[in-house]
């Protein structure tokens, strides 16, 4: 067996506002520089990563991304020094509680079961 997590952030009043999903779309973005390429990458319409980003910046009540419209290059999308800054604050926020989580996991349910596997193993 393994543990896993599932972090989100929601507003006061119970609203999601940043999760997964869109810590995955963020750092496609700040890969790819495009939210249409991000959304293809993760199998998304544009319009669900445009409204993932917009729902987001509302909820934090500040830009995450800037938008340049296309032009002969196509358009470009950049992370806001904010969306960079929040997104390397999730990244790090993301691994110390995985880390956290493995530990416990680790430290006291894996004993446990491991016992039990191995009852199983020995009839």
């Known amino acids: 067996m393994k543990s896993g997590m599932k972090l989100f952030l ?4 119970g609203e999601a506002v940043f999760g997964s999903g869109k810590w995955k779309l963020l750092a496609a973005i700040d890969e790819l520089g495009s939210i249409q390429k991000a959304a293809e990458s993760l199998d998304r319409s544009y319009r669900k990563a445009w409204g993932d980003i917009k729902s ?5 009540g500040k830009k995450l991304v800037v938008t340049v419209r296309g032009g002969r290059s196509g358009g470009e999308t950049k992370l806001t020094e904010f969306g960079k800054q929040f997104l390397n604050a999730w990244n790090s926020y993301y691994l110390s509680v995985d880390q956290y989580v493995k530990n416990a996991y ?8 491991n016992t039990i596997k191995n009852r199983v193993d020995n009839t």
């Open 10 to 13: 929601n507003s006061d009043n």
């Open 56 to 60: 987001a910046e509302s909820g934090f």
């Open 106 to 113: 680790n430290e006291n349910l894996s004993p446990v079961l």
